[in-house]
């Protein structure tokens, strides 16, 4: 039943206790008590390497993140965005649904006016991944407000899986769901880049997106720092009109 290398040292085999016993709990709590005793450590020993039982599953956390990143920057860009996305969307809900103990106190612990630094940086892994659509013409709004679009989607579908029975759980909410998120923000613009009778977006806009993706791509040498600044500065009001 144990998941634990008592060969390892007392921290990490901490570590591996805590996962364990939030995979075995399926939502239930977990005491300090039950953690030590898997570990083989007396309680002063988590209080020494943690400071309290909420720093340890600060940890399990981190090196649950740390997995996700490795296996979402593994997947790489093509030069197809659209497919890059959905394989970033598929591989989220799979290690969603894999780990989903910790996949619920990553994602889904969340408190009023705060985001979580690992939301930040996985919007951050797929905002690189959108920079490319945008260059390719294909955005109809900013790669961080379609990253920020697409994960809020991808998060809320996974805690959705993983709140339903495993006999009850159907992958077509999800490939449903990724559809509709991938259209809002990039498919759409596929069909209709730079086309001028497209009446959901101008398409200046869509070409100001473009040319401000790859301009803080490539950094061309012909324009100065300060016109550089001036020149993104003008694409990002077209990009971003103020209403009034």
């Known amino acids: 039943m144990s ?3 008592h060969s390892l040292p007392a921290r990490e085999r901490l570590i591996q206790a805590a996962t364990t016993l939030l995979m075995q709990a399926q939502g239930a709590p977990v005491s300090t008590r039950q953690i030590t ?5 007396k309680a002063p020993t988590l209080y020494h390497h943690f400071g309290d039982k909420e720093g340890l599953l600060d940890a399990v956390v981190a090196r649950g993140f740390e997995q ?3 296996r979402e920057r593994g997947l790489g860009v093509s030069e197809d965005p659209v497919e890059d996305v959905r394989r970033f ?12 103990d910790v996949y619920s106190v990553m994602f889904g612990n969340v408190r009023p006016e ?4 690992i939301v930040i940086e996985t919007e951050a892994v797929l905002e690189g991944i959108l920079q490319n659509a945008a260059r390719q013409g294909l955005l ?5 407000q379609a990253a920020r679009s697409i994960l809020a989607a991808n998060v809320g579908v996974t805690l959705m899986l993983i709140a339903e029975p495993a006999r009850r759980r159907s992958m077509g909410l999800s490939d449903l769901s990724r559809e509709g998120a991938i259209s809002a923000v990039l498919a759409a613009a596929a069909g209709a880049r730079l086309d001028p009778d497209n009446p959901e977006q101008p398409s200046y806009v869509v070409a100001a997106i473009a040319l401000n993706a790859t301009l803080q791509a490539s950094h061309p040498e012909q324009l100065s720092s300060s016109e550089m600044r001036l020149f993104l500065e003008w694409l990002q009001r077209i990009t971003h009109p103020t209403t009034t």
């Not at 705060?114 to 630094?117: E, K, L, M, T, V």
């Open 68 to 70: 996700y990143l490795a």
């Open 140 to 144: 109809v709004v900013p790669p961080r």
């Open 3 to 5: 998941s634990v290398d």
């Open 89 to 100: 969307w598929d591989a989220h809900v799979q290690f969603g649904l894999e780990q989903p």
């Open 37 to 41: 005793e898997l570990a083989g450590v």
């Open 114 to 117: 705060q985001r979580p630094a």
